[in-house]
Nanobody, 127 residues
Framework: QVQLVESGGGLVQAGGSLRLACAAS????????MAWFRQPPGKEREFVAA????????YYADSVKGRFTISRDNAKNTVYLQTNSLKPEDTAVYYC????????????????????WGQGTQVTVSS
């Protein structure tokens, strides 16, 4: 069992930055591929970014490419999402997700491929 706890959300003006963190506990975090998803108000959950457990592969949604960066520190059991140049349309609840895989380079943008989820952290970007 893996528990995920997100932090770092808040209210920020357009153009600002936030660093989200997702702390994991329970099992061997280093062999879990991780991702961030978000759910804007009144919309479906959508993929944001993913990273392999080895940290060598990452993948981004087109809407955040060049502005967001996903990273991980396996020694701290934490995955991060650095969000820069934030836009009002980035307003959403941000969730981290995880799943075990023995392939250190595997990543996935599909929410059905993840079996552990955090409770979410709210990001609000004002115009």
């Amino acid at each position: 069992q893996v528990q995920l706890v997100e932090s770092g959300g808040g209210l920020v003006q357009a153009g600002g930055s936030l660093r989200l963190a997702c702390a994991a506990s329970g099992r061997t975090f280093s062999q879990y591929y991780m991702a961030w998803f978000r759910q804007p108000p009144g919309k479906e959950r959508e993929f944001v970014a993913a990273i392999s457990w080895g940290g060598t592969n990452s993948y981004y949604a087109d809407s955040v490419k060049g502005r967001f960066t996903i990273s991980r520190d396996n020694a701290k059991n934490t995955v991060y999402l650095q969000t820069n140049s934030l836009k009002p349309e980035d307003t959403a609840v941000y969730y981290c997700a995880a799943r075990y895989n023995d392939n250190s380079r595997y990543v996935s943008s599909f929410d059905w491929s993840y079996n552990y989820w955090g409770q979410g952290t709210q990001v609000t970007v004002s115009s």
